[in-house]
């Protein structure tokens, strides 16, 4: 069986592994010229993502690059603490702990690791059709390329290509009217302890912070679109916030973004014949929930499971969407009323300070609910 995955990004090389696996051969074509990736600066994989990590025997390497988090606190735009979340049981509770990441390491990790195995991918392959028949396909690529598969998995992201010409009737990505900027940065004397995900509702905007233990701090910030994101246009953003976030980006060398954040979920189908559609391009969510690059990792399991168990491709198919569609749905709803609670503005800031212990307690156990997922790869799934 010959699988060409579309997208070297996290869904990509994960599923790369899992099909090789159950004993495919795999091709991997990748856009870019290069596995560089830097959207969004970092981001976290949860405890579930890092057990499908580590049911492939990749975790620690990933693990290493990365720094666990111990907890969550919120505070609003006076610097007053409204909620926090303690996630130190995690290791214990679930195996792996959030393990916050460099998006660039995690890339270069996943990839170094699939080369290793021998599987190719090829860099600046950039899909631009799919032709299926009744007993396989052919992909073409904007460099001339063509290459013939017995079947395709698009992991192409939020603007997937396998997407729009596979699936021509499904609803665009809509912009949530957030925008996410990051950046790196070392100040001395933060007033909140290393592996904590410190997030501040401030007046105008949401910014979030997290210091490993080696002083780095990593921030983002979510905000309303607007001009080109320069220092100075953060800086009036977060003037009414707790200064330590104005020191934070003043001592930020580059302001990394923007990245508009968008939403997708509404695909009527994620599959048709032999074509599948998973992580972003099928589901992207607000990151709110920090589940979009694990849901993307478990998709990968599940499909290579189907696949294992499946008498052939369609059916394997359409059991993972089966399979997949409830939770992804769920997380996405969640993500979407974290992302909601983001809004500025005095009304909203009102009844945040006032209910927020009560969203952070729903908000904790939903995400112990995420975290808690498991794929039981021993077991035959269709
Ligand atoms: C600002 C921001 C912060 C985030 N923070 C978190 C977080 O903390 N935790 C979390 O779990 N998730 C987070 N997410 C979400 C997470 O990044 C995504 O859910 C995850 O990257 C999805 O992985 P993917 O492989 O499906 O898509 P991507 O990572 O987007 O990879 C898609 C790949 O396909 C390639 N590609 C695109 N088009 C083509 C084509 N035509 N031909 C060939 N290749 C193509 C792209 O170049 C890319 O390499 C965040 C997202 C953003 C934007």
Redesign the pocket.
Known sequence: MKALI???????PVLALWLRRIGFEVVV????PSPA?A????????PN?MRVLDTLGVADAVAQLGHPCRAFSFSNAAGRTIGSIDRSGDERAFGWPLTMIR?ADL?TALTAIVERQGIPIHFG????GVEQSATGLEAR??NGARLEADLLVG????????RTACFPDCPRPELTGLV?L?GFARVSRLPFRPQVNQMVFGKRAFFGAFTTPEGETWW?HNGPPGEAPTHARLLELHRDDPPWILELVAATPHVL?P?P?HELGRVPAWTRGRVAL????AH??S?SA???????MEDAMELARCLRDAPDVPTAFRAFEKLRRPRVDRIFREAQRQSNRKAPGPIAAWFRDRLLPLFVRFGAAAQTEAYSFRIDWEQRAA
């Open positions: 579309v997208g070297a990004g996290i869904a990509g074509t990748e856009a870019r990736l959207e969004g600066a970092f981001l976290g994989v949860a993502g998006r890339h392959h950039e899909l631009t690529f904007a992991c192409d992201g939020l603007r997937s290509k396998t996410d990051g983002f973004g990245w954040i998973l992580g972003d391009a992207a969510m990151p920090g589940q979009g690059a694990s849901l993307a």
